[in-house]
Every structure is written in C-alpha cells, then in structure tokens.
C-alpha cells in the first residue's frame, strides 16, 4: 500500500464532500498535532518524572495524573488557535470552554478526553485521546451556550481517538468509514495503515469489569452471563480481556469483534463512562464500522445529553453481540 498520510487521506475526503470546508481538515490536522505531541511525552514519561498524581481531584471526582493534565494543556492550548472552533469541552475541565476573540474561531465544537484509562501510565499499559466533533447549530451567533453544544451523538460530523501503547495509532471517522493511521515516529506522520476498518458481526471476546458483579442488578447479570456461556462463531467459548482503558478495550473489539461492556451498578446508575467525550464518539465509529452502541436499551447516538459530562452505560461492539444484550434488558422491562 502505497504510503498515504492522513493528511492525503483528508484532502480527498474533502474532494468528496464539497461542504467540508479547509476548516475542517485545518481542526484535523492540529488535532493530529496535539496527539503526536502527547505521543512523544508519553514515551518519556517514565524518565521526564511525569509519572503518578498531581494531588487534585477533577470535575469528574477522579485523581488527577500528571499526564493527564499535560495532556489537557497540549489539547487547549493547540485547539484554541486552530482556527475552527467556537468551543470545547474537556472530560478535564467542569466547565465549557469558549475560544477566546483573541483567536481565529469558527464553526465547530470538539469534545476530547484528553487522556483516557490514565491510570494505566504508571504501568505502562495503553492510555488514549478519544474526540468528538461537532458543527455550531445553523444561524447562531455571539457568545456559545451550553444548549448548542448539548447535541446528540448523531450530529457528530467527525470523532475518532489516538491510541499511545506499541505503536501510535489516530483512528478517524468523518462519516465516510472508519480508516486507521499509525504514526511513523521516523517521519512524524500517521500514515493509513487499517483502511475501511469493519466489526466483525459476532466475536469471541467479551470485556467487561466482572468485579461488580455484587453491584449489578439481574439485567445484567444475565446479559454478562450470556457471554459466559454462549458460543463464539467457530463453536469455541467466549474468551474474556479487560485493559481497563476504554480505548485500548475499544480498538480490539473494532479489530477482533466482540463487545466490551460497562454496565450501570448499585453505585453508579448512569455508568461510569462520559457519554459526550466518551461513549458517543466510539458509538459513531462502531456505527461506521458496521457495528452497534447501546446503553442495553437505547442507541447511543440518538441520547441528547442533559449536561456536559453526563454519564451513561455502554455496551459496544459486534451487532449480534450487542443485540443479545439488549434482548435480555428487553425481555426485563417487559416483565
Ligand atoms: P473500572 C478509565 O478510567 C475508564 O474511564 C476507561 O478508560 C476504562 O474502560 C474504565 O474507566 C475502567 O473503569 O471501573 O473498570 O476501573
């Protein structure tokens, strides 16, 4: 495959799509900018002492690592003069972040997790930038409200997440397909690597934190017990991983098939995961993917958020695996 770059790969996206204007590739590319920064501190953090906690708390009552407010910092300070935005929102920061007038802005809103599955670092294992972008609904002006930014995750125009771990991998949904890019750090381009990627219709994972299972309520004991017992494609056993990073639990499903899960429990109804800078851009790319996202009775993408980091359960991945799921909370709340 001849080397694409991500940057080729988004021209001829535009070409096909006459409304995305160079705002929109120019928000890509210092998105890509940011993640290849966050890359490279990453694979230093072991020696830069970057490791471990900063000592606060953020809006999310989650102990903040120093990666995860580099990586914040990298996120805001590029995005804000990329020209492109009128507003942000991070899974770090309590509130919305309007552009200042101070720099070029425009239409669109992004909403990252600048550092998912953080608590990975300390060991090593995959962390992730996860985002979602949305356009500002048509005709508004002046200052961004929240309402604007409140938007299903069926306006997405573009989501996607870059994956820190062996290599570094940006993968992107504009609407058109799900295409992975690995970044050659020799050149410092992410370049197409997964073309077209595709969910398989069924797997032979499951992902799921089976140490709350004193905490879930029937529904979901069933719908987890199901995976214990039924049989993959090939007749063998389900096989059960959890990286306890959703993005790195994420691109394996994407790749191999299967669902991860993190349903709601005793003490957190909504789930744990944020459904803006989270559930709902993964769900984009699921969809794209020929796959599903489900909350266990409603599609991910078609929940409008009440607040800007609202939570939600989510269960993703291959469509058959999903759809049991959701015929086991079905029959449930028929009964
Ligand atoms: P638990 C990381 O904090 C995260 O948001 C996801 O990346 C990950 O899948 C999940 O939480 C892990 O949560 O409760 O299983 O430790």
Redesign the pocket.
Known sequence: MADITVTEHLLLHQKRTPQATGQFTGLLYDLILSGKSISRRINKAGLLDILGGTGEVNVQG?NVQKMDAIANRIMIYRMERCGALCAMSSEEEAELIRVSSEFPRGDYILIFDPL????NIDVNINVGTIFSILRRPEGHTGEVTLEEVLQPGLQQVGAGYILYGPSTMLVLSTGQGVHGFTLDPGVGEFLLSHPDMRIPEQGHIYSV?E??WRDWDEPTREAVNWFHNCESPDGSPYSSR??????A?FHRTLIYGGIYM?PPDANKPDG??RLMC?AAPLAFLAEQAGGKASDGRRRILEHKPERLHARTPLFIGSRKDVEAVERIYAKHAKA
């Open positions: 989650e998912d599955g953080s608590s934190n140490g709350y959890y990286v306890g990073a959703l993005v639990d993190y744990k995961l989270e």
